[in-house]
């Protein structure tokens, strides 16, 4: 079990989500604060640790409830492009998560792909979270799906 994690200390993964919306409807509501507790499951709260919203290098404490445990998870904002791409790193006391977030214009519609390269933070972490990858993505692919329904039902 441990040596899968001397093997494969990290692991990436992609998912893709069609948006019925203009990327600039789309990129809104992702970055908007207000909406986020509405798409992303488990989530309890956010607070602001430092630096202004949407600009890189800022810091925001998530606080997640997972199977009935809180985690707290703290993330740091890598890239701000409008309409273009929000990249972060999401870190707890088990993980560390850097994904980049791209808003493909497709016509009027909005191709959302998220690439998330994941790394256990000793060699249980790692190995446990290397065999649960296609757990891991499931769940992200069920996030957007939750985002994309929201998105098109409020425009």
């Known amino acids: 079990f441990f040596?899968?994690?001397?093997?494969k200390p990290s692991f990436t993964y992609e998912t893709r989500t069609m948006i019925h919306q203009p990327?600039?409807?789309v990129f809104a509501d992702f970055t908007n604060s207000m909406k986020i507790l509405k798409w992303i499951p488990g989530l309890e709260g956010i607070a602001w640790i430092s630096g202004n919203q949407n600009e890189p290098g800022s810091r925001w404490?998530?606080?997640?409830k997972i199977n009935g445990k809180k985690y707290e998870m703290t993330q740091t904002l890598k890239t701000f492009k409008v309409n273009q791409e929000f990249s972060f790193n999401t870190q707890c006391n088990m993980f560390s998560n850097d994904v980049t977030v791209a808003f493909v214009p497709q016509g009027q519609n909005t191709e959302v792909v998220s690439t998330s390269r994941m790394t256990g933070l000793n060699l249980f972490w790692r190995a446990g979270l290397f065999l649960?990858?296609?757990f891991l993505k499931e769940q992200d692919q069920k996030?957007?799906?939750?985002?994309?329904g929201m998105v098109e039902s409020d425009h």
């Open 143 to 148: 996030m957007y799906d939750q985002f994309k």
């Open 23 to 25: 990327v600039d409807t």
């Open 132 to 134: 649960n990858q296609s």
């Open 3 to 7: 040596s899968i994690g001397l093997l």
């Open 61 to 64: 404490m998530f606080v997640m």
